[in-house]
């Protein structure tokens, strides 16, 4: 009988469409590294102590050291065969989606575990090998781990454990993923201007959560390996930190599940929004190439550019109205998060989905901590399970 209900359940019955899609797409992909996955791949060549200060300060590539090591464990087959790894990816994701949503539900929010993965771009986390996915799995451990020190009556023993368990998760969050280090250090904040965490707790917290990366960081002599080049020093690159607003935007609408009546609001503020819209659009260089050519192609760049542009100040006007009408320290604190993501894209040499897609678990928190919990889910899942299957079949295609 429930597994009656659960398959007449239309949410659930797409998610393992989604699932098995992804699978499929997977095991069917030719076995070729696609992108930057030859140059982590490269780093399993390594002979010797995959933990020694010799092979951190060698590694390739951008992203943290979290994912060799773990792949380092891993026997012979499965590093050289790259659809395996991917798969094994697929299933770290599904994990993490199921606890986000057992984190929602002891907020009181009633969330179906599957509506993260029908966010726009965010199972493109899980489609390469290699890929970004353990540290935002830990971070989503961290998260329910810090939650315990929400509770009432805990023993001294029990949250000197949390804060120690909690310090760990965050260290391998940092060296997996550079740019989630900015969450092990908001939330502390937040704990600690709620009134949940003392001082001493949280200065306990930083002398073990610290140590670890910042090891790792001198060894490299930056937050990246000397290999890697993905801060440009010279101009800044505008579009990285719209492409971060619009992520936030469509995704925030699309858990809402409520386009017309989110544009109905806007509507009200036409001139205000028209005006932000304009300004940013010609603050860049853009709309001059845009321009310059007569052909469809520059056309296309036109429109594509001034969706960033509106759909970056939309962002910045929901924040806005979030805060003013359901102000709360977790809503800042994470709106501080993304607003520091939107800072720091600014200097990297290019911007992909997956970073800001990597803050999924803190979105999911953000929007269900908003003025309406309700989820107007109606058949937009469809669309974002239509989109997700296209990006990772693309990403696949890519030849090198």
């Not at 007449?8 to 076995?31: P, Q, Y």
């Not at 989110?262 to 845009?290: G, S």
């Not at 997956?354 to 899942?381: C, E, H, M």
């Amino acid at each position: 009988m429930r597994l009656i209900l659960f398959f007449k359940d239309r949410i659930a019955f797409e998610c393992i469409l989604l699932f098995l899609g992804m699978c499929a797409i997977v095991l069917l992909s030719s076995n070729h590294p696609i992108g930057d996955e030859q140059i982590y791949l490269s780093n399993l060549d390594w002979k010797g102590n995959f933990f020694s200060s010799a092979f951190i300060q060698q590694y390739k590539g951008t992203s943290g050291i979290l994912s060799t090591w773990l792949f380092s464990l891993f026997p012979a087959y499965v590093r050289t065969h790259i659809g395996t790894m991917r798969l094994l990816f697929v299933v770290q994701f599904s994990v993490s989606v199921w606890l986000c949503f057992l984190l929602l539900k002891r907020k009181g929010f009633l969330l179906h575990p599957s509506i993260v993965i029908f966010i726009p771009g965010s199972v493109v986390l899980c489609a390469r090998a290699m890929g970004d996915f353990p540290p935002v799995l830990l971070m989503t451990v961290f998260l329910w781990v810090i939650e315990f020190l929400e509770q009432k009556g805990n023993t001294y023993r029990k949250r000197g454990l949390i804060i120690l368990v909690s310090a760990l998760l965050g260290a391998l969050t940092i060296i997996g993923k550079q740019n989630l280090s900015v969450v092990v250090f908001i939330w502390p904040f937040y704990l600690f201007v709620s009134k949940r965490m003392h001082w001493i707790e949280l200065v306990l917290f930083y002398l073990i959560l610290l140590p670890f990366p910042l090891y790792i960081f001198s060894l490299w002599q930056g937050i990246a390996p000397a290999s890697s080049k993905i801060v440009s020093l010279g101009s800044f690159h505008w579009q990285n930190a719209e492409f971060v607003l619009n992520w936030f935007f469509l995704s925030y609408v699309f858990l809402k599940g409520d386009f017309k009546s989110w544009f109905i609001v806007q509507w009200k503020n036409l001139v205000v929004f028209i005006t932000l819209t304009a300004c940013l659009y010609f603050a860049q260089d853009n709309w001059r190439t845009d321009l310059a050519a007569h052909d469809l192609r520059s056309f296309c760049h036109l429109i594509f550019h001034l969706e960033l542009a509106m759909a970056s100040v939309a962002a910045l006007l929901i924040m806005k109205d979030e805060l003013l009408y359901s102000f709360s320290w977790q809503q800042l604190s994470i709106t501080v998060i993304i607003l520091l993501m939107v800072l720091a894209s600014v200097k990297l040499s290019a911007m992909q989905m997956r970073y800001p897609a990597a803050f999924f678990p803190l979105l999911l928190l953000y929007v269900f901590n908003t003025k309406t919990a309700l989820v107007k889910i109606k058949y937009w899942s469809l669309l974002g399970l239509a989109f997700n299957l296209l990006n990772i079949y693309l990403l696949y295609s890519l030849k090198d």
